[in-house]
């Protein structure tokens, strides 16, 4: 009897236990939550419970981060934000109404759900905190109530906000009073649905920053930031009656967008790494500000001052404006035609300024012509001052006062201000223009047959140079083994592009178009007539690659078909010009991914594996399944471009070498390629195989699992590079410590650490030791399987002095393009 008390009071110490020491996600009539308890939901993502405030006693019940330093504590959301209780003796639980309660040690109810419902078991309902942030309240699985339906300072993935302008309702953020006092504050942000829909930030209910309109893609006022729309899967749902909400769905557990005390809305990512919070996005910063200017100005960031008049307007008052005070704005130097009583006499009509680069004002109205009557549309209505078109809204109009203009440096929109015809007019002296005009006349004939015999020459250079490409093909043809010859007919398919077609479609080699930069030069983004996007490669003059390089990666690149090999649209030969055009891929370069911590945070374990895999496959062909064997010879991070559902393909083929019959193996007095991922064989000896590639991939690997570049380590005095580092903490049974912390919690560690293996058996120092991309693919797929212990791998022990001469650097093994540099855009 005695023996059965024991295992009866055992038992149920056992179940009080898991009470205190379980994750719990729901809470049911039975049970309550004390100041000390809290759930946690599934996976362990926030926690429900009590907390104070910074520099504050009183005891909120409320949602936060969870697995978070206290002192770094993030609430999301909280229940009695108007009545803190200023004891420890507060309670959460189900009442026998049905609601969810916060109450004191008395008794008294602080919060509540207050649903109105016919009085029923109370049994019936519990709550739950759902791995989103959003507690709910249910019976069976019906919600009844839910915390995301009522949104405070934070906007969460998956939450909603929301207006409706036929019943009045609105989900809108609201900052909290202070650090210290979560009560509403005089901040709050939401979506306006009329009568277009955008994000507005408020202060005390008067509007102090909005988004522009939404065109169904974009918010139009946004600048160079907007991009990130599409990055964190942003969505606004619009019924065109005045019913709109917006909401997105970042995958990312610790990550919201928060409007703080002070009216600023920004978002806020967790850092492992750093074991902080850090932020992104962040506004409204100087010329966001609504209405900074004063109507008919333009607001650009970085000047001084920012505000200026638009071009045929001045200041309303110039003392005001030159004492710093721009809220008058600006007014009209000359009147529009139809302003003007008598017009004197004049028949000179109205024009159209063109700004570009702009965030559209305040107020626009949709006229329902088609772009090409949109200007006329504006010129009949002697109130309209301005018009835009944009393919998603229509045709656009201002009426009256232009408001809350900026000037973006990279982004915006063009709009068209009206102006009186003599305000278009540019001051030009009535003399010199004929002088010009006589002077152009004198030349006009030399012009004409100099263009001729330039364009003569040009088609015949053309001519030549595309001559040449199909006599390097079909050496190259003739000697493979057995290789049957090519059909310059199908080579004459690849698009022979002219400079000035790609010149245009890159607005003349932008910046703002520039997409990277390398030792071998410069790519650019443009887009074809037919709306196609495309990657522009433009070689460096002192790039030090000539036309070899150049017909080499035409040859190469034309002859493989595969879905992780990027596709070549064309080339370019012109005088010194050399160009290659590529489909575009919009998800950057993995260099770019794994350098950015923002689009880091993109790629979680399964993401990243599909890389990997990605990667190999296309390796795998160029090696073993494509026609002609291949090796790269410069495989790297910034050449291995991501699409937008992040599928890798192989780039830059320019360095490229063919392998014709039984070759494995070939030597080279002109090593070329990217330190820290080329082989030891290769880099000292000039030696190149498949192995050669396999280390570059090893590398890669290592880089994709730890999410750091290869490069980092070159300031590190204990580690020569990433292998090095990867092989000490192997040795010390630390690999777990290489992980890239954005990747480490999640459930794959046996696979991850079979990376971490298959990676350092791909670095070895010997190439016979390496395995082949065929055996790759299987150690990745086959999960049973052992793998070989891993020997030393290359670069370990071999730091060279600064002064001492790197066999690289001789002049008989000078590579042309040994160490590139890569901006972390891709291509």
């Excluded at 919201?256 to 919070?277: R, V």
């Excluded at 559209?360 to 006229?367: C, D, E, F, G, K």
């Excluded at 010129?379 to 309209?384: A, F, T, V, Y």
């Excluded at 020459?457 to 490409?469: F, P, S, V």
Aim: proline fraction near 4%; glycine fraction near 8%.
């Amino acid at each position: 009897m005695g023996r059965s008390r024991f295992l009866l009071l055992l038992t149920l110490s056992f179940v009080v236990s898991l009470r205190f020491c379980l994750c719990v996600d729901v809470l049911s009539f039975s049970t309550e939550l004390k100041d000390s308890e809290t759930l946690v939901s599934s996976p362990s993502t926030f926690r429900f419970g009590f907390f104070s405030p910074v520099n504050s006693k009183g005891r909120y019940a409320g949602v936060w981060f969870n697995n978070i330093p206290a002192q770094k504590q993030a609430v999301v959301w909280v229940a009695n934000k108007d009545s803190p209780i200023n004891d420890s003796s507060g309670k959460i639980l189900i009442s026998k109404d049905g609601n969810l309660v916060v109450i004191d040690g008395r008794g008294h109810v602080h919060w509540s759900t207050n649903l109105s419902r016919p009085l029923g078991s109370p049994n019936t309902t519990h709550a739950r905190l759902l791995s989103t942030g959003n507690l709910v309240l249910q019976e069976g699985d019906k919600k009844l109530w839910e915390s995301f339906e009522h949104p405070q300072n934070a906007f969460l993935p998956t939450m909603t906000i929301s207006t409706d302008a036929r019943t009045g309702k609105r989900l809108i953020l609201r900052s909290w009073k202070s650090l210290s006092d979560p009560s509403p504050g005089r901040y709050s942000a939401g979506v306006i649905p009329l009568p277009f829909p955008e994000l507005a930030l408020w202060k005390d209910g008067l509007m102090l920053w909005r988004s522009g309109p939404w065109n169904g893609q974009n918010f139009l006022g946004l600048p160079e930031r907007d991009s990130r729309i599409d990055l964190y899967g942003f969505k606004l749902a619009n019924d065109n009656r005045g019913s709109v909400s917006m909401s997105f769905g970042y995958n990312q557990s610790m990550y919201h967008f928060l409007l703080d005390t002070e009216g600023h809305a920004m978002e806020k990512y967790w850092s492992e790494a750093n074991q902080e919070w850090s932020s992104g996005l962040m506004f409204p910063i100087n010329c966001d500000i609504y209405a900074k200017c004063g109507q008919f100005t333009s607001c650009q960031s970085g000047l001084d001052p920012p505000c200026k008049c638009i071009k045929g307007f001045e200041p309303r008052s110039y003392q005001e404006w030159n004492r710093g005070n721009w809220t008058q704005g600006c007014v009209r130097k000359t009147l529009l035609q139809c302003q003007r009583a008598n017009n004197n006499g004049s028949r000179e009509g109205d024009g159209f300024l063109r700004l570009k680069k702009m965030k559209v004002p305040n107020n626009p109205q949709r006229s329902e012509v088609n772009e090409q009557d949109c200007p006329g549309s504006c010129l009949r209505n002697c109130s309209c001052t301005a018009y835009f078109y944009d393919t998603g809204l229509g045709c656009l109009l201002w009426s009256g006062d232009l408001i809350d203009m900026q000037e973006f440096l990279t982004s915006g929109v063009t709009l068209h201000v009206r102006l009186a015809g003599s305000e278009l007019k540019t001051s030009s002296n009535r003399s010199l223009v004929i002088v010009i005009t006589i002077v152009g006349c004198a030349f006009l004939v030399a012009v004409i047959v100099l263009l001729a015999l330039r364009k003569v020459a040009k088609r015949r250079e053309k001519t030549r140079n595309a001559r040449l490409l199909f006599e390097r093909m079909e050496a190259l043809n003739s000697n493979e083994s057995g290789a049957i010859a090519v059909n310059q007919n199908k080579l004459k398919e690849l698009p022979l592009f002219e400079y000035q077609v790609l010149a245009a479609v890159t607005e003349n080699f932008a910046v703002t178009n520039k997409l990277g930069e390398g030792g071998f030069g410069s790519v650019y983004k443009g887009k074809l007539r037919e709306g196609q996007e495309i990657a522009v490669k433009r070689l460096s003059q002192t790039s030090g690659q000539g036309l070899d390089e150049f017909v080499n990666e035409v040859v190469v690149i034309s002859k493989l078909q595969h879905r992780n090999l990027v596709r070549l649209l064309g080339f370019c030969i012109e005088g010194e010009e050399r160009m290659l055009v590529y489909e575009f891929m919009p998800g950057n370069s993995l260099d770019a991914c794994l350098s950015d911590p923002v689009k880091q945070r993109l790629l979680d374990w399964k993401t990243r594996f599909n890389i990997i895999d990605g990667i190999c496959r296309g390796l795998m062909y160029l090696h073993r399944d494509s026609r002609l064997r291949i090796i790269h010879r410069d495989l790297k991070g910034s050449n291995i471009l991501l699409d937008e559902n992040l599928n890798p393909k192989i780039s830059d083929f320019g360095l490229a070498r063919i392998f014709r019959g039984n070759e494995d193996e070939a030597s080279t007095l002109r090593v070329v390629g990217t330190y820290g991922y080329m082989a030891p064989e290769y880099a000292l000896g000039g030696l190149f195989s498949e192995k050669s590639d396999v280390f570059s991939l090893g590398v890669i690997l290592l880089e994709i699992v730890s999410g750091r570049r290869n490069s980092s380590f070159n300031n590190d005095d204990q580690n020569l590079n990433l292998s090095a580092y990867a092989w000490k903490l192997w040795n010390d049974g630390e690999a777990t410590t290489l992980v890239d912390p954005v990747i480490l919690e999640e459930c794959f560690e046996n696979q991850i650490r079979r990376c971490v293996h298959i990676g350092l058996l791909c670095v070895q120092d010997h190439a016979n030791d390496r395995p082949s991309v065929s055996t790759v693919i299987w150690m990745l797929s086959t999960e049973n399987s052992n793998l070989p212990e891993p020997k030393q791998p290359a670069f370990i022990a071999r730091r060279v002095s600064p002064d001492a001469e790197s066999p690289w650097e001789s002049e008989q093994r000078a590579s042309i393009n040994n160490v590139s540099i890569t901006e972390i855009i891709g291509r």
